[in-house]
């Protein structure tokens, strides 16, 4: 597969009204690849839940948490062909403003869609909190998003970590031009929702398609569950135990009816969302009040999240506090601090777990790994499968445009100030521009071209990267 470093720049001109001034607007893209699809979408929609997740009895009902056993109609809305798309977006650097980020950066398949940080680093600064896990978000904990819980619908919330400037950072104004200049979006559009309309909310749509079928359904614990656990060792048997008695009340993993329901204990605070957030005892965090953040009655209080794969997902807590899952059992057995919150379900002087104990709930929790989610090719990157032709290209190349100057500065690599040259091509083949510089820097000027598509190539020693610019 030929892998070209393609770059297409849009300059656009938006005049809205003849009152109001031109503005001119430049939009680039880094096509460095065309994502390596099946010619059959992979099957997302046939979604198989074991016998011991399953509510035979109600299971057309919006159960959210409650009730025993998952809630089909979590997945009603996924199709083959709108996942694959939210394959492609969830992977594709190309939204990003700087073209360098992807969902993908901070969210690892190897990592359960997690990052190995405490913090991840954003496009200009950390986050605040450490990077979610996303298997099994559709069903565990559903109605309840980010660590302070403040967002309840999944598609709105997922416009967040999209358009924040930190994170993906896409401008919703541009994003329809910049998908539709590629080989591959117009397509993968009309073949998730009937036509190659590019709009934020399909987008959204469409990751939440993606996210929504990423399940842990493999793992031990899930295939031990089928035959009563009988395949556990006496040590994993242990930690099952002392989880169902000790951590279960909140952890309770989407009324799963093993583990049984949540009643809550005499004296405990009415929490209409219980258990879907609560305080573990870690103690008060002053730069972060979590759910306090939108209701100063709930401050402190996290999103308890689903353990599923949490062996995976280290560092631990909304701060990333935690290395091990070690450490995490040590704070509950010895290091709790004592809250409103914490009441009975965590004694005051934390659980005082043996060291047996200890070594038995972290052997339980590794249970509940599943191993084939980490390598399924369904949620994989699409890009970049080839990553040898990297080194025939001109190192750390980016367009800076600037809208305001009608420039867009071509900005790479150049520690020898060797000669660098450029081609401009118009659709045509005819050459309109060549000049050389040994600058680590090259000015567009918008000026210069009428409106349609170039090519431009840019060459130093044997290396060249290839772009594509629209002028509109
Ligand atoms: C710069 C790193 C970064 C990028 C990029 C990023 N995320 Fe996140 N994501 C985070 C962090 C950190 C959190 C936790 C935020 C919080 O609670 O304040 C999070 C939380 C989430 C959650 C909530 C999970 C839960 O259990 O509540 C979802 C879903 C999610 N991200 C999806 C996405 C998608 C989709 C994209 C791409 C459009 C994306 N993220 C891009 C860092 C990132
Ligand atoms: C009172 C409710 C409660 C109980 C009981 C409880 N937890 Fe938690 N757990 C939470 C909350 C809330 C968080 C998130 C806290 C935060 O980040 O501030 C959490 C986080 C965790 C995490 C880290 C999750 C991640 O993605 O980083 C692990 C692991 C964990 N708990 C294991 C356990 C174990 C093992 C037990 C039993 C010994 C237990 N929990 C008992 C509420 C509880």
Redesign the pocket.
Known sequence: MKRFFFLAVVFSTLAFTISRPTVSNFIFTTVNDVPDLPDDPFDYSDITFPAHLLNAENDTIDLGYEGGGIDSLSFAGITDQGATLGRV??YDKK??SLET???A???NQAMSFA?NKA?????TAP????????ND?AWT?KE?????MSESD?KT??RI??TDE???GVDMDDIAQKLNATSYYPQLFTDAFGDATITEDRIAEA?VQF?SSMNTFNSRFDQEAENGFAGFTSQEQLGLELFSTNCNNCHSQGGHVIFGDFFPPPGFPILEFAPFIFNNGLPEDPEDAGAGNWDPAFANLF?I?TLRNIDLTAPYM?DGRFETLEEVVNHYSDEVEANEWTGEIIPPEGFGFTDTEKEALVAFMETLTDESFLTNPIWSDPFGLETNLENFHIENLVIRPNPTRDIAVIEYDNPGQKIVTFHIFAADGKLVLNEQTRSDQYTLDKGIFQPGTYFIEVLMDDRKSTAKLMVQ
């Open positions: 977006l969830f939204l990003s980020m992807s969902c950066t901070c969210h990052e913090v991840s680093d954003g496009l986050t605040l909190r450490n990077s979610m896990h996303l978000i904990n309840h998003f980010f660590w302070d999944l919330m997922i970590p999209l930190n994170e993906i990751l996210i999103k999240p909304h």
